[in-house]
């Protein structure tokens, strides 16, 4: 028996423990691609794959709904593969280990993939049912939507005849999103040049800090590994010669960086120790309430690189301390919302590169596009160079929409209270899709997902099921 057999909806999670059994972090959807496929053939749905991995499954109308519209059940197959340190599971040959706890489902030390295979899972079960009412499906599987959503971008919509999207993509129980921010991926490059230095060989790092969603959790004043990096690098240039030899922090450019490290020379080591020792200090206190675990340490090291030169060692310093980070504005019209944000997620050290990978979100296209210049003109100004290898805009508010109307009619049927209408800063497929198919009616919607993109991310049980029934009664009533 599966650890999650004995949970309610039974299909859901029979699914949804079967997909997590299949590795399936970004860039890696294949082997999930063709399990959907098959799902299809052993039905005799009609399916098409892309060389994408995209799948899309169609299911005829029950009996009775011949005549109401299509609707597309949608949600994206790859999941943030992050893990614990010291995590030995190879997540690109292995299935998670799921447990149950109280109410909650988790993975041990690794992400679980609830953003989004719970939206796989409940469109499987409903196509795999035989007793649900719905009108004529088209089940949409995306690939690669945590890595600027390529698998929608690159997406033939010809033969696609949806009217109306139920996406479930949403973490938070009760709320319709019903528009997403626009996002923007910048890849930027600083030349380094070595030079030989005589000096004591340490290692820097910046660790247990909470992390977190680049979209959903950035206004929570959250630390970010790499800019407090740039801190501490600098932090300890004021007191002694310094040179860097690498540096890297970070995974993901939408995962807010946990840790980062790095190889530097010094000439007084004593005075780089208390300099670090103070900067600790001090980000405990700062971060007290936001981010209370983080931690400064200082260590001997070894290593047979040649430093950077002097030039370089502060172009890069003052790139990662002074770039911009985190909230840039808030929303006039939206109370509570974020209008626009950046996150400096992923830095590492090639030879004689540093990269810098940042993920740029904005409801307001302009903003994103300031934002964005932003970033390019420091590292222009820094002697880098800036790729942008993805962009796509904000999906706007839809005044009128029958769907969110039959939606907030379910939900009323469903838990006799009303809902949440939202709009998010984070990025959605719905956006692309309404592009690609300009009557699509979206609407965004899910069960309680804590700490997404982290290895404490749980699914909640109850919320799940509650889920369920919602998007069986919004099935059963777009007729």
């Keep these: 028996m599966g650890v999650l057999s004995g949970l309610q909806p039974q299909a859901v ?6 997909l997590c059994a299949i590795p399936h972090g970004s860039h890696n959807t294949k082997a999930l691609s063709d399990y959907l496929a098959a799902f299809a053939r052993e039905r005799q749905l009609k399916f098409r794959q ?3 991995n995209n799948v899309v499954i169609w299911k005829d109308p029950a009996p009775g709904y011949e005549n109401a519209p299509t609707v597309m059940i949608q949600g994206h197959i790859d999941m943030v593969a992050e893990k614990e340190p010291g995590c030995g599971k190879d997540m690109e040959k292995e299935g998670l280990d799921l447990f149950v706890e109280g109410d909650q489902v988790g993975a041990r030390g690794t ?6 295979g719970i939206a ?15 009108g004529p499906l088209e089940c949409l599987f995306t690939s690669d939507e945590e890595v600027g959503m390529t698998g929608a971008r690159g997406l033939d919509a010809a033969g696609l005849r949806a009217k109306y999207l139920l996406n479930l993509d949403s973490e938070k129980e009760k709320v319709f999103t019903v528009s997403c921010a626009g996002s923007t991926r910048a890849v930027c490059t600083l030349p380094v040049n070595r030079a030989p230095f005589a000096g004591t060989v340490l290692e820097l790092t910046v660790e247990g800090l909470a992390g977190g969603h680049s979209g959903e959790e950035i206004h929570k004043g959250r630390a970010n590994a790499n800019t407090i990096m740039g801190r501490l690098l600098t932090e300890l240039m ?7 030899l ?3 922090g970070g995974a993901k450019d939408n995962a807010i960086p946990r840790d980062a490290a790095a190889l530097v020379a010094v000439k007084d080591t004593r005075e780089a120790e208390t300099a670090a020792l103070a900067l600790g200090k001090a980000l405990a206190n700062e971060y007290r309430a936001a981010d209370g675990g983080i931690r400064v340490k200082l260590a001997s090291a070894e290593s047979g690189l040649v430093p950077l030169d002097g030039d370089s060692t502060r172009r890069v310093a003052a790139f990662l301390f002074c770039a911009p980070n985190g909230v840039q504005a808030m929303s006039a019209e939206v109370p509570g919302l974020v209008q626009t944000s950046l996150n400096l997620g992923h830095v590492y050290t090639e030879g004689n590169a540093v990269t810098a990978r940042f993920m740029i979100r904005s409801s307001v296209d302009s903003q994103a596009a300031g934002t964005t ?3 390019i003109t420091l590292t222009k100004a820094l002697g880098g160079s800036v790729d942008i290898p993805s962009s796509y805009s904000a999906w706007p508010y839809r005044p009128d929409s029958h769907l969110r109307d039959v939606m907030i009619e379910a939900f009323r049927a469903v838990y006799q209270e009303e809902p949440k209408i939202e709009a998010l800063h984070a990025g959605l497929e719905c956006g692309i899709l309404s592009g690609k198919m300009p009557d699509l009616d979206c609407i965004s919607f899910g069960p309680d997902l804590t700490d997404i993109h982290t290895p404490r991310e749980r699914l909640h049980i109850a919320s799940t099921e509650r889920t369920w029934r919602l998007t ?3 099935l059963k009533r777009l007729k």
């Design 13 to 18: 999670f029979r699914f949804f423990e079967e």
């Design 50 to 52: 892309d060389e994408l």
């Design 111 to 116: 992400t679980l993939g609830g953003d989004d």
């Design 120 to 134: 796989v899972a409940m469109a499987l079960a409903v196509l795999d049912s035989k007793d649900i009412p719905h």
């Design 238 to 244: 004021n007191v002694t010669d310094l040179r860097l």
């Design 246 to 248: 690498t540096v890297s």
């Design 373 to 375: 210049e932003k970033v």
């Design 472 to 474: 069986l009664e919004a």
